[in-house]
Every structure is written in structure tokens, then in C-alpha cells.
């Protein structure tokens, strides 16, 4: 990866739109500069992001981007989620190891979207009539 083509890519009310629906697979760290969980979690999403160059990582600074984090209910800090299609498919607070880090984006990835789109409708279908 060149210089000026970031690994993991800051998002902001600006760009978080088109940054995800452009992409059929994302990964958004939420986290704040005085998190320490958060700082310490930094170098272990950058290094995920240089394994997976396919795969957008990007990082929402929830003090800068208050609106962003209540859109997505953020409740705590690191919070990781998974995009893929524009459907969020992880979402859980807490630092990973890079091994846990690598065990979410492997099962992300193999999850057939086709039948999550299908279940999400089953679902909302559900909620709906009731």
C-alpha cells in the first residue's frame, strides 16, 4: 500500500455514506483518543487492515463525530462493526486480539448475504404484523 493511500481510512459525517455504500465489505473501529482500550486496540486493526487490502477498515472518532456514533447507538468505545452490502453483521464493544480480529472478519466473509438479506426480511415481516 502506497503512502498516500491510507490502510484504514477516517471516517466523518462528510464521507461514512459514500465510504460504505461503496463497498461490499467494511470494518468501522468507533473509538475516542482518550479510550486507552482504544489506542491499544490501534495497532492490531492497522496491521488486520494491511492483511486484508479487499476489505475497507475504517475508524470513527466518536468525539468528533458525535452524530455518527448516536446514529449507530454507540454506548461504549472500541465498538467494531461489520459491514457487507450495507448490512451491518458484527457489532460488539471491546478490543480484539488479532486472532479474534481475524476469526470476526473470516466469518463476515463467508456469511451468504443472499440468506441474511432473506432473514432480515423474514424478520421485519415478523415485527411488522405484530
Not at 69 to 76: D, L
Not at 96 to 104: E, M, R, Y
Request: net charge negative; glycine share 2%.
Amino acid at each position: 500500500m502506497s503512502a498516500d493511500t491510507p490502510a484504514v481510512l477516517d471516517l466523518t459525517e462528510a464521507n461514512f455514506a459514500q465510504a460504505i455504500n461503496d463497498r461490499a465489505f467494511a470494518v468501522v473501529d468507533f473509538w475516542a483518543p482518550w479510550c486507552a482500550p482504544c489506542r491499544a486496540f490501534a495497532p492490531v486493526f492497522a496491521a488486520a487492515a494491511a492483511r486484508h487490502p479487499d476489505v475497507l477498515f475504517a475508524k470513527v472518532n466518536t468525539e468528533d463525530q458525535q452524530a455518527i456514533g448516536a446514529h449507530f447507538n454507540i454506548r461504549s468505545i472500541p465498538t467494531l462493526m461489520i459491514f457487507r452490502d450495507n448490512v451491518i453483521v458484527f457489532a460488539e464493544a471491546g478490543a480484539l486480539p488479532a486472532s479474534a480480529l481475524d476469526q470476526v472478519l473470516d466469518a463476515a466473509r463467508a456469511l451468504d448475504m443472499d440468506k441474511v438479506r432473506s432473514e432480515i426480511e423474514a424478520q421485519s415481516a415478523g415485527t411488522a404484523s405484530s
